[in-house]
């Protein structure tokens, strides 16, 4: 299954200010084909984060290619150990069920100290990373700008009333 054009067109609209930005449709619609290939919205929204915070240029299809191919090869290897799980990776004494990630007591991810976790790490060193952009994805919350200048108006308040109360009295 392919992401929907309309989710591609949504990206690629986010690089419009690179350079050599595509002036024939033709060349757009290659590169929105293989963004189309990303198995996860999140996962397309992502690489186009990622190139945007490291290149000045558009990119090339073979590019989004490239990494295709070791996001597929993540999926296939992560597929491949939850279908075929060893015993032994069910009776995780670390909690992981074989997933080879558990999170530590900040709530970050980290391999896991089993097997799994130790496999895991060796062929995919970037999936800590993965799991931490998109759960940054989704922790996406703004900081409450309380607690700055309406505490501090409140205490001029009060020092106005405590000198007028010894003014009156
Ligand atoms: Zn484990």
């Known amino acids: 299954m392919s992401l929907e054009r309309k989710t ?7 690089m419009e ?3 050599f930005f595509p002036q024939l449709p ?8 293989a963004l189309m290939e990303f198995p996860t919205a999140a996962m397309c929204e992502s690489w186009v984060t990622d190139w945007l915070q490291g290149h000045e240029d558009f990119p090339k299809p073979a590019a989004i290619y490239a990494s295709l191919r070791t996001v597929k090869n993540l999926q296939t290897e992560t597929q491949e150990a939850w279908k075929n799980p060893p015993a032994e990776k069910y009776d995780c004494p670390h909690g992981c069920k074989g997933w080879g990630t558990i999170r530590n007591e900040a709530g ?13 790490r060796e062929a995919s060193p970037g999936w800590l990373e993965l ?3 998109l759960d940054a994805r989704a922790r996406k919350t703004p900081r409450s700008a309380k607690g700055g200048l309406s505490t ?7 020092r106005y009333y405590e000198a007028k109360k010894g003014a009156d009295g």
């Open 152 to 158: 501090k108006l409140e205490g001029l308040e009060g």
């Open 26 to 33: 033709a060349g757009l619609k290659e590169v929105e084909n």
């Open 17 to 19: 200010s690179l350079d």
């Open 8 to 14: 591609v067109k949504a990206q690629v609209s986010r």
């Open 108 to 120: 970050a991810h980290q391999f896991c100290l089993c097997s799994a976790g130790q496999a895991l």
């Open 131 to 133: 799991l931490g952009r």
